[in-house]
């Protein structure tokens, strides 16, 4: 039995050590907003924090998830919520599948770093594929939630 905290809940699942943690979210625990991309941990569609660092969850066996907090897009944080209403407001998806994993890496970037520089967007979003090209309305999205911000 491997025991994991999602989103601040305890799930005790029974399944290998070297399952992927992309399958044991969506197909045990059935938290199905992280996406599986491409499976070998280059799109991003599967971004997920452990312990506030987003890893590619088809590449990270539930063993090394054990014990850590791990956030997925369902999970709930002030600065996700922000980014999920700027996302909104600006129109930013197109065929969304992508998006839960640049929500998360843009997460992972505002717990980190309150004012970014558009370089420090860029380095934090590497690694997010979008295949509808929406990278523009991605970085106004993470613009404006900074601004939301800095206005509270």
Same mark, same amino acid.
């Given at each position: 039995?491997?025991?994991?905290?999602?989103?601040?809940?305890?799930?005790?699942?029974? %399944?290998?050590?070297?399952?992927?943690?992309?399958? *044991?979210?969506?197909?045990?625990? /059935?938290?199905? /907003?992280?996406?599986?991309?491409?499976?070998?941990?280059?799109?991003?569609?599967?971004?997920?924090?452990?312990? =506030? *660092?987003? %890893?590619?969850?088809?590449?990270?066996?539930?063993?090394?998830?054990?014990?850590?907090?791990?956030?997925?897009?369902?999970?709930?944080?002030?600065?996700?919520?922000?980014?999920?209403?700027?996302?909104?407001?600006?129109? %930013?998806?197109?065929?969304?599948?992508?998006?839960?994993?640049?929500?998360?890496?843009? @997460?992972?970037?505002?717990?980190?770093?309150?004012?970014?520089?558009?370089?420090?967007?860029?380095?934090?979003?590497?690694?997010?594929?979008?295949?509808?090209?929406?990278?523009?309305?991605?970085? =106004?999205?993470?613009?404006? @939630?900074?601004?939301?911000?800095?206005?509270?």
């Amino acid at each position: 039995m491997i025991t994991l905290r999602i989103n601040g809940e305890k799930y005790k699942i029974d %399944v290998a050590p070297e399952m992927p943690l992309l399958w *044991a979210i969506r197909d045990i625990i /059935g938290l199905t /907003g992280t996406k599986y991309g491409c499976g070998i941990g280059v799109c991003g569609s599967c971004k997920v924090l452990i312990d =506030n *660092a987003p %890893v590619q969850s088809c590449m990270i066996p539930v063993s090394f998830a054990e014990g850590k907090n791990v956030i997925t897009i369902e999970g709930v944080s002030e600065n996700l919520q922000l980014l999920q209403q700027s996302w909104s407001d600006l129109n %930013v998806p197109q065929c969304g599948f992508c998006q839960p994993g640049q929500l998360i890496a843009a @997460t992972a970037l505002l717990d980190k770093n309150n004012n970014p520089t558009e370089a420090e967007i860029d380095e934090a979003m590497l690694g997010n594929i979008c295949r509808c090209g929406t990278y523009q309305r991605i970085k =106004n999205a993470i613009n404006r @939630t900074v601004e939301l911000k800095n206005q509270n």
